[in-house]
């Protein structure tokens, strides 16, 4: 059984950093392309960034790109998401999801799917 866990959101100020962790287990990470997605209060779950299945590809939603990064360690079987330059639109629930294809950006291609970490981002 696959499994996902994010960490690493908190609530910070406009222009701070964070980054978040997608631990993966049951599988291992290398067998997935890699994504992470957000969902605001009221709004639909959006793309945000992927990551092939040896990190040397990856792909950013536009309004994340140049402030966002995503990155994997498959010998740590985790992805992450650097955050900076935060701003409150990217307030959010974060989720990473797993799926075999390249390069899925809609959520109906990830397979599996953590439970979300909260990003709140103040002015």
């Known amino acids: 059984q696959v499994q996902l866990v994010e960490s690493g959101g908190g609530l910070v100020q406009a222009g701070d950093s964070l980054r978040l962790s997608c631990a993966v287990s049951?599988?291992?990470?290398?067998?997935?392309?890699m994504g992470w997605f957000r969902q605001g209060s009221g709004k639909e779950r959006e793309f945000v960034a992927a990551?092939?299945?040896?990190?040397?590809?990856?792909y950013y939603a536009d309004s994340v790109k140049g402030r966002f990064t995503i990155s994997r360690d498959n010998g740590k079987n985790t992805v992450y998401l650097q955050m900076n330059s935060l701003k409150p639109e990217d307030t959010a629930d974060y989720y990473c999801?797993?799926?075999?294809?390249?390069?899925?950006?809609?959520?109906?291609?990830?397979?599996?799917w953590g439970q979300g970490t909260q990003v709140t981002v103040s002015s």
């Open positions: 990551i092939g299945l040896s990190g040397g590809s990856t």
């Open positions: 049951g599988r291992t990470v290398s067998s997935f392309n």
């Open positions: 999801a797993a799926a075999l294809r390249w390069l899925a950006l809609s959520s109906r291609e990830y397979a599996y």
